[in-house]
């Protein structure tokens, strides 16, 4: 990449793929300023694939809501890795604390999308709506949302584990208990969060210690 790059040195994709390795390396420091280079050489191509690597690999939320908005100003509310921007906005600020914004934007981008749409956003989409209604004591209306997600992802062990805990605040402790032994089953049987870049990092609130 080295000499690529000092071939074309205003490639945003040459600088783009140096950073990658890097990233996969848990190099992250290490690896942002050559994506920093590809975003100031190509902004409508690669400000909303950094603010993901910020939201997925390198927990700096703050700086991933202010890249996807900036991004979104360039290109509406877009995809990158399969989600939209405002999905990548909601987790972090789940991740940050502020549920109810969190909880805001996803039910604002899932009424976008059944607009257009008569089937449910991606599980994922919906799995995180649940979590936000979670975390602010909501726990009917979350187990609704865990409970769509599971209609899609039938064996989706952290969906099954967060409305175990839902079950468990509304003194349902018996169904909570067959709820969270599969989702330790579904989990030990590789039934979790499947999203690619998940061999490289956790997912925001993926039950990873269901052993």
């Given at each position: ?55 997925i690999f390198g927990k700096r939320y703050v700086e991933a809501i202010e890249d996807f908005k900036a991004a979104k100003k360039l290109s509406g509310n877009s ?131 269901l052993k």
């Open positions: 990449m080295d000499k690529i790059i000092k071939d074309y040195p205003r490639s945003a994709y040459a600088w783009q793929q140096k950073a990658m390795p890097l990233f996969k390396q848990g190099k992250y420091e290490y690896a942002m300023p050559f994506l920093d280079k590809a975003v100031a050489l190509d902004p409508k191509g690669y400000l909303d694939y950094r603010a993901f690597m910020k939201c995809y990158v890795m399969d989600h939209t921007y405002d999905f990548y906005i909601a987790i972090s600020y789940l991740q940050l604390g502020r549920f109810a914004e969190a909880e805001q934007v996803l039910e604002a981008d899932r009424k976008t999308h059944l607009a257009t749409s008569s089937v449910e956003p991606h599980f994922l989409d919906v799995f995180y709506l649940g979590i936000a209604k979670y975390e602010l004591g909501k726990y009917e209306e979350a187990i609704a949302q865990f409970d769509i997600s599971i209609g899609t992802y039938k064996e989706f062990s952290d969906a099954e584990y967060y409305k175990g805990l839902c079950l468990i605040k509304l003194g349902r402790n018996e169904e909570a208990d067959k709820l969270v032994q599969k989702a330790i089953t579904d989990y030990r049987n590789g039934y979790t969060i499947n999203e690619d870049n998940v061999i490289y990092e956790r997912y925001p609130y993926q039950a990873y210690f």
